[in-house]
């Protein structure tokens, strides 16, 4: 060795003593678990005022972190999971069409990994699967145990799409998992998701993104499962389908508990962030052949009323400040990107020149007095003529909405209000969550202070008073609607009349989005894609040659009886 070398090899042995020692001062970053049910309605978590159906570990979170009260997300599925992983808009992809999420965006996921984490996706993907190149583990993943597709049967875990397509969906990274077969799935996720949490090496971070399938809809032949042992417990609902869902949904908030449970038992609830969220509103009075509620909001899932896209959220960790509250600054569901990239100190990796729908809202969720944003696209969908925007106009709250879906069925407020039954404050205050959050800096407030947060929590209506009517709005025929949400968010009164000057400018902001937008990607069925060429599994079937089989014209098979009549949005 040259002599020369050796004081420039001691500099780079202290330039890597220093460099240890500035990573060991820097704090880990947080784990981030990242909770999001399938179809849960506004009005069907406990923390919005309903007493129905108990759900003590989820409202445990909400009560002592901060309750997103005016959290808005897509009004289907696809588009919200994207937006959250992109943070950006986009439509809903059916299991049989080739097409995913555009390989050029850069998914949450990816962009967690560079910064250290460990990234787990536990139950439904959803955002492409037709080449093996759009799936989890391609896109920033270490695992996937779950499906690709948008929904599947609880128990025998295959989905049918679009009538006739209809294959097994269960995978283990990339093998299909044959042996989850007639085991429930929402347990199947639940185990998975804390045997995750057990094992992971706590000098790391996490990301846990559990996606749960309660409370979607199985296939059209068998939509709602769940144990007859659950299901009993609610024999005081009568309404059949709606006692199921009491039992999809509870089996979910166990779940809350469960992976809270496995957090705390590991250390690291000190550190970690938990996000629960819906990916739309909830699809009630048969809407999807579910039963969910979104009372006293009209609509439902799909729909551009307050109930297809006003979503159940909470937000709960110890590195939040200001808790526990109920927020009512404005935030959508494609914030989560920008605004855990904020949380975590690495907004700086945000690609600043890649325009992003979402927008950080850290700040409004750690300062109650930080606003958020004035303007809100919520859905351009031009195939179906559906719009709708909201903006603030000083104390006011505008929603310009035109279109509706299937005629007007839906537009009502529909689903059970569940006041007539009394809070069960003994689940809540013995649950897995209460327990496991008790040592932490943000455990279960007092009663008074959660009847306190409750009455923030809860939407209540506008009433025609003094001889005043309301103006109804009539989207099916062609009207155009205007609420003010401040005083009227379960959408009674019509303004449109009344200030066409505001109509005026919202259609102006409707329009500027409108030129800005990018035409949807989605494509036509592809008859190769169907399972039966597949031996009956849903796979990335544009990786292979097309079987002999898809050879012939599989789009119109002669349905094998008739009892398949339905086909679900997901
Ligand atoms: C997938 O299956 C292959 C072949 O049977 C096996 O070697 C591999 O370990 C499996 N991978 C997982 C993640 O189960
Ligand atoms: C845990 O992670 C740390 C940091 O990446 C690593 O040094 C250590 O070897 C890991 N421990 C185990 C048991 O894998
Ligand atoms: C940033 O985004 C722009 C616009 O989408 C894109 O052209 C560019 O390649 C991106 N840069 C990086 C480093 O990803
Ligand atoms: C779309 O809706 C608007 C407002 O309801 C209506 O004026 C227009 O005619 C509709 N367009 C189409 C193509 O249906
Ligand atoms: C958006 O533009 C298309 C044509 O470019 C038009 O048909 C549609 O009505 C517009 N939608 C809105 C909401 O302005």
């Not at 025609?464 to 062609?478: D, I, N, S, T, V």
Request: charged share 20%; net charge negative; with cysteine.
């Amino acid at each position: 060795m040259p002599q020369s070398a050796l004081p420039s090899l001691f500099f780079l042995a202290v330039m890597m003593l220093l460099s240890t020692e500035l990573d060991a001062s820097q704090p880990k970053k947080p784990n981030i678990i990242f909770i999001i049910a399938d179809d849960l309605g506004w009005n069907d978590v406990g923390f919005h005022g309903s007493n129905q159906i108990p759900t003590p570990n989820i409202d445990a979170l909400a009560y002592s972190g901060v309750i997103l009260n005016n959290y808005y997300v897509m009004p289907v599925c696809t588009p919200s999971r994207s937006a959250l992983m992109t943070g950006m808009q986009h439509r809903v992809i059916f299991a049989n069409e080739p097409w995913g999420l555009p390989l050029q965006e850069k998914l949450l996921p990816q962009y967690l990994r560079e910064q250290g984490y460990k990234n787990h996706i536990v139950g439904k993907w959803h955002l492409g699967h037709f080449k093996k190149e759009y799936t989890p583990l391609y896109r920033g993943f270490d695992s996937h145990f779950g499906y690709w597709s948008g929904h599947q049967d609880y128990y025998d875990h295959t989905a049918q799409e679009s009538l006739f397509y209809w294959g097994y969906d269960m995978r283990r990274n990339m093998n299909v998992s044959l042996d989850s077969r007639g085991k429930y799935t929402t347990t199947l996720l639940t185990e998975e998701a804390v045997k995750i949490v057990h094992d992971h090496n706590t000098s790391e971070p996490l990301f846990l993104y559990l996606a749960h399938l309660a409370t979607h809809s199985a296939n059209p032949y068998l939509p709602l499962q769940a144990p007859e042992e659950v299901v009993q417990k609610f024999s005081y609902i009568e309404d059949k389908d709606r006692r199921i869902f009491a039992a999809m949904l509870s089996l979910m908030d166990e779940s809350v508990g469960e992976v809270t449970r496995a957090l705390s038992e590991k250390g690291m609830l000190d550190d970690s962030i938990i996000i629960f969220t819906t990916d739309n509103g909830g699809p009630a009075g048969g809407f999807n052949l579910n039963a969910a509620s979104n009372w006293p909001l009209r609509g439902v899932k799909d729909s551009l009323w307050e109930g297809g896209v006003r979503g159940a959220a909470l937000i709960w960790s110890p590195l939040i400040k200001n808790t526990p509250r109920v927020s009512n600054q404005m935030i959508h569901i494609q914030d989560w990107l920008p605004t855990l990239l904020t949380a975590i100190g690495a907004d700086s990796t945000l690609n600043k020149s890649a325009q992003l729908d979402g927008r950080d809202v850290w700040a409004a969720i750690n300062d109650p007095a930080a606003q958020t944003y004035d303007e809100l696209l919520l859905v351009i969908d031009n195939q179906r003529n559906l719009s709708a925007l909201i903006k603030r106009k000083v104390d006011d709250i505008w929603k310009l909405s035109i279109g509706t879906i299937q005629n007007g069925k839906f537009d009502k407020r529909i689903g059970p209000c569940g006041r007539d039954h009394k809070y069960d404050w003994i689940a809540l205050k013995e649950c897995p969550v209460t327990k496991s959050i008790r040592k932490t800096k943000c455990p279960l407030p007092s009663s008074s202070i959660i009847n306190d947060i409750r009455q923030a929590a809860e939407v209540s209506c506008q009433t025609e008073q003094g001889g005043k009517l309301f103006q109804r709005c009539h989207p099916e025929l062609g009207e155009i609607c205007l609420f003010n949400l401040k005083d009227d968010p379960c959408e009674t009164n019509n303004l449109a009349d009344k200030r066409r000057d505001i109509v005026d400018e919202l259609f102006e902001s409707l329009s500027e989005h409108n030129n800005t937008l990018v035409p949807p990607r989605n494509t036509p069925h592809d008859p190769a894609s169907n399972p039966k060429c597949w031996d009956n599994v849903w796979t990335n079937w544009r990786d292979y040659p097309p079987p002999r089989l898809c050879e012939t014209d599989l789009r119109r098979p002669k349905a094998e009886s008739g009892q398949y009549t339905a086909e679900l949005i997901s």
